[in-house]
């Protein structure tokens, strides 16, 4: 079980934590990660959020297009390749 929640660091650096019940008593591993570490550097917590880090992602000068990709299998497969990932799909079953 992983219980995982944001908090602010107070200038005295004293936390009180209350553990849920649902966690049993006994040993545990409790890690402090800071927020500018985690993977995407903040996780957003609102849609403006979101579409900042988005926008900020989508003007990175570094950043290659998706669409560079297309056309690049084309000829891999004989045939209608929609069929094909159709027959692959009925194996499902």
Same mark, same amino acid.
């Given at each position: ?20 019940? /649902? ?19 903040? &996780?957003?917590?609102?849609?403006? /959020? ?16 998706f669409s560079r990709h297309f056309g690049t299998l084309k000829g891999m497969w004989e045939g209608d390749e929609v069929e ?5 799909? &009925? /194996?499902? &079953?």
């Open positions: 079980m992983t219980i995982e929640q944001t908090v602010d660091i107070p200038e005295s650096h004293r936390l009180t934590i209350d553990v849920p019940r /649902e966690v049993p008593a006994g040993p545990v591993i409790l890690a402090f990660t800071p927020a500018s570490a985690s993977r995407f550097g903040s &996780d957003p917590r609102t849609v403006e /959020e979101t579409m900042k880090i988005a926008a900020e992602k989508a003007a990175d000068p570094n950043r290659k297009p094909y990932q159709r027959e692959l799909r &009925d /194996e499902w &079953d």
